[in-house]
């Protein structure tokens, strides 16, 4: 058994719908080790989503075999074994910013409720907003909000579903620095999913390119920058060549339909 | 200012329509005393607002009713409009609890058991087509012989009628969270129950109250219709059975009015319950 995070081997999944079947996730092996920031990257329909959603335990993969933490998927879930941050902040508008991270700990029974909020806050630069209630927050600071919620028990994984999919340009890439920063800081192990390719490069130590129908995966690359990375690094020959080599992967997936 | 505006306009047409009105239906009685008084608008307006037993009250008659059945009598006098209002309404509140109550239970059952949507819903629904006025007297009846209070028996009419709206509101906003809330419940492996207090329950407060209002109202009526076949002698239904017995229209009219002024008090306060429970919820002033 290889100590990976997440081992996916020949995982397949197929959704049965009105008009047939369709196969969203076909022929998937990929290992995550532990400290990792692995990015799914691929145009819609490429099954990204998907794959997170059966790492998480959401979606049931059809065939091949999917562990996480040495555990089945569900055993994985069962046992709270990662964050996970979807596309919109999913936050509870009734609950105040410090009530919505405090809600995993409520439900899982977690000692040091005080102690476990302030810190997260701390760590997603949101302290002083305890008190705010979500629709008093700008989209960036609600999704933070959601990042603090996911990391508020502490789980090694985190699985980001296009966090930042829906925030302008700006406040993308600061709150990339800042996932970088936090990523550094608390050593998860992190698996991202986008559609931006310079998101993907400047995060990643490793880029899943996948490609649709059926969805899967067609390029892994090792990003081979240094740990820690500032946006000047965009700008580097390194980092257009990983750029450039997501981007012919992207193409090469397309090819047959254009 | 501008916001009672309307409301009065609308307020100020109806008594001139009521005042109006008065003169046609009051004919019968008044067309002879007008004629024996010497004829004249003046006259006809005299006798058609002032006649001791109308067919139509005019407004200030009305309101000269509900002054002495209210302010000028002794509260808890048999005669007096707050006391019956009191008896009508302590069965009212009973049977909305009850029935708000009855309903919220029913919704999560209906949300979290499969099976009871099919098999419950149906008769939910089938509960609410049968006449209340012919479901009253056979509650009354059977509810009579098991030795309940009085007060619990009238209750339960209006408890029939009030869970149907909560039940169908509550199912509704105990399922709005959207599937990425649900998801987040799954992904911390929430148990259902955990789910229905820190997610379902509290998004569907806003429902929950949109039922109420409704619900609160046809708790009156419910209680006023219960009073009618029990041959109550206290109540807004006895009044209005009692004042239909004997052709007193005044008493049926004052009756009416303090009943409405009733119903429209309990949904002011649900609606401040309402107002005060989302702000404490964070809802956007």
């Not at chain 1, 022929?27 to 998480?56: D, M, N, Q």
């Not at chain 1, 800081?185 to 986008?194: D, L």
């Not at chain 2, 098999?119 to 006025?133: D, E, F, K, R």
Request: hydrophobic share 50%.
């Amino acid at each position: 058994m290889a100590s990976g995070v997440i081992s996916a081997e020949n995982v397949g999944l197929i959704f049965q719908t009105g008009d047939g079947a369709v196969e969203a996730l076909s022929k998937i092996s990929l290992s995550v080790a532990e400290g990792e920031f692995v990015s799914l990257i691929g145009p819609s329909g490429c099954g990204k989503t998907t794959l997170l959603r059966s790492i998480a335990n959401l979606e049931h993969p059809t065939s091949g075999k999917l562990m996480v933490n040495g555990l089945s998927a569900e055993q994985a879930r069962l046992a709270r074994a990662y964050g996970y941050v979807f596309q919109a902040p999913a936050l509870l508008p009734w609950r105040t910013v410090e009530a919505n991270v405090r809600l995993p700990l409520e439900i899982m029974g977690l000692d040091d409720i005080a102690g476990r909020v302030a810190r997260n806050l701390a760590l997603v630069n949101l302290k002083g907003f305890e008190k705010k209630f979500p629709w008093q927050l700008s989209g960036g600071m609600q999704q933070r909000v959601s990042i603090a919620r996911a990391l508020a028990f502490d789980p090694k994984l985190l699985l980001m579903d296009e966090p930042f999919g829906a925030l302008d340009e700006i406040v993308r890439d600061k709150l990339n620095q800042q996932l970088l920063e936090l990523w550094a800081r608390t050593n998860k192990t992190i698996v991202f999913v986008t559609h931006s390719i310079p998101e993907a490069v400047f995060l990643s130590t490793k880029i899943v390119v996948m490609s649709p129908r059926p969805g899967r995966i067609i390029d892994v690359i090792d990003v081979g920058l240094p740990k820690n990375r500032n946006l000047d690094i965009r700008e580097s020959p390194e980092f257009l060549k990983i750029a450039h080599r997501v981007r012919e992967g992207l193409k090469a997936g397309h090819s047959y339909e254009d | 200012m501008t916001r009672a505006l309307p409301v009065l306009t609308i307020t100020l047409a109806l008594i001139i329509v009521w005042y109006a009105a008065c003169i046609p239906m009051n004919a019968v009685l008044t067309t002879p005393k007008i004629a024996a008084a010497g004829g004249g608008f003046a006259n006809t307006l005299a006798f058609s607002w002032n006649e001791v037993r109308p067919v139509l009250p005019s407004p200030h008659q009305v309101f000269r009713e509900i002054w002495n059945t209210t302010a000028m009598v002794e509260p808890w006098a048999i005669k007096s409009l707050i006391y019956h209002l009191w008896v009508t309404l302590s069965s009212t509140l009973v049977g909305f609890v009850l029935g708000g109550l009855l309903g919220v239970i029913l919704a999560i059952g209906i949300v979290h058991v499969g099976s009871l949507e099919k098999s419950l819903m149906p008769w939910v629904i089938a509960s609410q087509t049968i006449p209340i006025l012919a479901i009253a007297p056979m509650l009354i009846v059977v509810l009579g012989k098991t030795g309940l209070p009085d007060l619990i028996t009238k209750a339960s009419i209006s408890a029939y009628l009030c869970f149907f709206p909560v039940t169908i509101g509550m199912v509704k906003g105990l399922r709005s969270p959207d599937v990425m809330q649900q998801d987040l419940m799954r992904t911390y492996n929430a148990s259902a129950s955990q789910t229905l207090w820190k997610l379902r329950l509290p998004a569907s407060v806003p429902f929950l109250f949109a039922s109420l209002k409704v619900s609160v109202a046809i708790a009156l009526t419910g209680a006023i219709v219960a009073e009618l076949p029990t041959g109550a002698v206290a109540g807004i239904g006895a009044r209005l059975l009692n004042g239909s017995y004997y052709g007193n229209t005044l008493q049926i009219w004052a009756a009416l009015f303090v009943a409405a002024f009733g119903a429209a008090a309990l949904v002011w306060a649900l609606g401040a319950a309402e107002a005060l429970s989302l702000r404490r919820m964070g809802a956007k002033p």
